[in-house]
């Protein structure tokens, strides 16, 4: 039988865990062939592909972001192929199996809950020509015109026995985000989330996890995205991981994990300080400071300890954060929302991702729906339009300050302009994205696509149409900006002063000692015509530096011209490294 393992990704550059599992665990069965594809192609084509590799069975891993493509790509398969059999399994389908063997009759068979022994099992008897499913826990199938749940198959106590997802880790995976888990299951109980649904956690070995660490090191991915629901909920099991991919140091890779901040003791953050800058990434989910809130959601968290964490690694400089929020939770209505915001602002992370929340099947919240009158539409994604805590209005201008925060605060190109607005202008960093977000759409900027330059440019005409005092300072951070996160070419908008260094003053000004070893040590022995083109050297009307030090406010002694070197390297958190050189520049003038 030709057997094929499908899914639809929702980007190009990521790459299925699920389906690699159930190959593992199958192969020795039979062949099997594993397509992915992503939800931006075409559904026919999609089709196409499948039915061209004349598949006796074909098996989708099926989330939300690809149910409603999964479906109709089936519905095709079975048009024109009916002996085909079609089995779907994963989250999407794990909690309303019968319904979709009612609804959707061109669907053979479901696996649903953890699927690696389920699959085997009801692909040998696939292979075996067997009829008779009744013995193979964790599927739905038809019999007799009926629809049959068999029972839960229980969870797989050794999950080392279950093969290694990445045992043959081909070309394909490079430069690609893979997901890797190296547990099963969380410690915790939150009511908007699947994991909630599973009692406690189960490990795979280290020896199991650093073997298959290793191999996606040398296959040059791009990203491992550790799919672990709290991955330092055993301190030991992390840090022997981390301390394992510190030893290996790969370059042009870093490792994403979901921890939870507040575990995190002081063993750890000494730790994790000596980490390559890059290399890690951190997810911590705050999802609301609203203590009310966070008990309704079976939510352990002490964000006061949780944000002197964060804060504390902010200043290591060398691990991205990223803090998620989730609007729509019980008791979170807008004003409450609002200070979750700033609370999480205030720490400074990297990203904030403003989520809404989903009612996922099977989660806590879904089935308390009614408790908290929400209005959702039922197909996925599930998400909440609105409830008795918060209008389908309010969503819809969150939904807007969400779009504005990721294009302006969370790649970090707007920061000291960002600071400066709203330290000087605005009580709270939620009041001054609500004010943009009226003049953003009140200019229809939210139906457009936007270059970064264009983010520049509006961001500027934001600052001059509210008639702000000191529109220079205003132009110098934008200008400083600019500088240290793209390339010296300052587009016109932007008011520069004419008196600029020139190519033969920076020619000397390089080849200055004291200048190469106290910046440009890194430089040292090179030409100066190569160093030319790693630095800028721009002059500014005020002490920019020394303002941005002392949390922009400005006194006298900053109103002196300044020449500033930026030294442009290529790290994950540090894009540019800055300099006072005017004594440089004066001494040779």
């Known amino acids: 039988m030709n057997i094929i393992i499908t899914t639809l990704n929702s980007k190009y550059i990521h790459s299925a865990l699920a389906i690699r599992y159930l190959e593992s665990y199958t192969v020795d069965l039979a062949p099997i062939e594993l397509l992915e594809f992503t939800v931006n192609q075409n559904i026919d084509f999609i089709a196409g592909e499948i039915y061209k590799k004349n598949p006796d069975i074909v098996a989708f891993s099926t989330y939300i972001w690809n149910r409603n493509e999964t479906l109709k790509i089936c519905y095709i398969l079975k048009m024109v192929k009916p002996e085909i059999k079609i089995i779907l399994g994963g989250p999407e389908v794990s909690f309303d199996g019968v319904d979709i063997l009612r609804d959707y009759p061109f669907i053979d068979f479901i696996v649903y809950g953890e699927g690696e022994k389920t699959f085997r099992e009801l692909i040998k008897a696939l292979l075996d020509r067997k009829d008779d499913y009744s013995r193979i826990d964790g599927i739905i199938f038809r019999e007799d015109g009926k629809i049959i749940q068999n029972p839960t198959r229980p969870l797989i106590d050794n999950l080392d026995s279950i093969p290694s997802p990445y045992m043959n880790v081909d070309g394909s995976l490079r430069n690609k985000i893979v997901y890797y888990e190296s547990s099963r299951g969380c410690p915790f109980n939150c009511q908007f989330c699947l994991s909630s649904t599973i009692k406690g956690v189960r490990y795979f070995s280290l020896d199991r996890v650093k073997e298959d660490l290793e191999k996606l090191i040398r296959a040059q991915v791009k990203q491992v995205k550790f799919v672990d629901r709290t991955f330092n909920a055993n301190k030991k099991f992390a840090m022997e991981i981390m301390d394992f991919i510190m030893k290996k140091d790969p370059r042009d890779i870093n490792f994403h994990f979901e921890v939870t901040a507040h575990l995190l003791d002081r063993d750890m953050l000494e730790f994790i300080k000596k980490a390559r800058e890059g290399l890690f990434q951190f997810e911590i989910g705050v999802q609301s400071t609203n203590p009310k809130t966070i008990e309704a959601v079976g939510r352990i968290t002490d964000f006061e300890k949780l944000s002197r964490i964060c804060k504390e690694i902010k200043r290591n400089n060398n691990i991205h954060q990223h803090l998620d929020l989730i609007a729509g939770l019980p008791y979170e209505g807008y004003e409450s929302f609002k200070k979750s915001f700033n609370d999480v602002y205030n720490i400074k992370p990297e990203k904030i991702q403003l989520g809404f929340l989903k009612l996922l099947k099977g989660s806590g919240l879904r089935r308390d729906k009614d408790k908290y009158n929400y209005k959702f539409l039922d197909e996925p994604p599930y998400e909440v339009l609105e409830s008795k805590y918060i209008t389908y209005k309010e969503m819809l201008k969150l939904k807007g300050i969400e779009d504005l925060v990721e294009k302006y605060y969370n790649e970090g190109y707007f920061i000291n302009s960002l600071e400066y607005l709203i330290e000087n202008n605005y009580k709270t960093a939620f009041d001054f994205f609500e004010d943009f977000l009226y003049y953003w759409e009140g200019r229809r900027y939210h139906s457009l696509s936007h270059s970064r330059n ?21 132009n110098e951070l934008i200008k400083y900006d600019y500088l240290v996160n793209n390339s010296p070419n300052i587009p016109d908008f932007i008011n520069r002063d004419q008196i600029q260094i020139t190519q033969g003053e920076k020619h000397r000004v390089l080849k200055d000692e004291r200048l190469l070893n106290g910046y440009l040590i890194r430089y040292r022995g090179k030409p100066t015509k190569e160093i030319v083109k ?35 390297h290529e790290g994950q958190l540090i894009r540019c490294k800055t300099y006072d050189i005017t004594r440089y520049v004066e001494r040779e003038g």
């Open 534 to 568: 790693r630095i800028h050297i721009e002059r500014f009307e005020i002490d920019i530096l020394k303002f941005i030090e002392k949390d922009y406010k400005y006194s006298d002694y900053m109103d002196r011209e300044t020449y500033i070197l930026f030294d442009y």
């Open 454 to 474: 264009n983010l520049y440019k509006i961001l500027l005409e934001f600052y001059k149409d509210k008639k702000y005092d000191n529109l220079v300072i205003f």
